[in-house]
């Protein structure tokens, strides 16, 4: 069930595995859950930060070590809550400027007489352009 979850929030599979070892292990420093997940600390740390951007986890930082701890799912659904009311924020916002300035975009992108061009093959092809030019 675990896994549908964090699938649903568009993880790779590295950020699963990191995940689900912090959400195992409890409160880890990084190169704790690199050892555990046998990856390169650095890989691990910038994954780890990339989840703390994504709100599924959060940092903390204890005697010059920063720790990792997974997102309780009362804040993940607040969060997403938030993300929800900004997205639609910014969809009525596009949507509101097209209805204003729509009309611009149809006069620009559509012209009205459209250039013709016609491909010609062969030495029929050759013959029929240079008996249009002679004409």
Not at 7 to 31: H, M, Y
Not at 57 to 71: D, F, H, I, L, P
Request: net charge positive; aromatic share 6%.
């Amino acid at each position: 069930m675990i896994t549908n979850i964090l699938q649903s929030f568009q993880l790779n599979e590295k950020e699963k595995q990191i995940f689900l070892k912090v959400l195992e292990l409890g409160s880890q420093p990084a190169s704790q859950v690199a050892k555990v997940c046998e990856l390169p600390r650095n890989t691990v740390r910038s994954i780890l930060d990339g989840l703390v951007k994504k709100n599924l986890m959060v940092k903390s930082n204890r005697a010059n070590t920063q720790y990792y701890t997974t997102e309780s799912s009362k804040n993940l659904i607040a969060s997403l809550k938030h993300r929800k009311l900004k997205l639609e924020q910014e969809l009525e916002e596009q949507i509101h400027m097209l209805q204003e300035y729509g009309d611009e975009l149809e006069s620009h992108t559509r012209s009205k007489s459209r250039p013709k061009i016609t491909f010609y093959e062969g030495w029929a092809g050759l013959e029929r352009v240079y008996e249009d030019t002679l004409t």
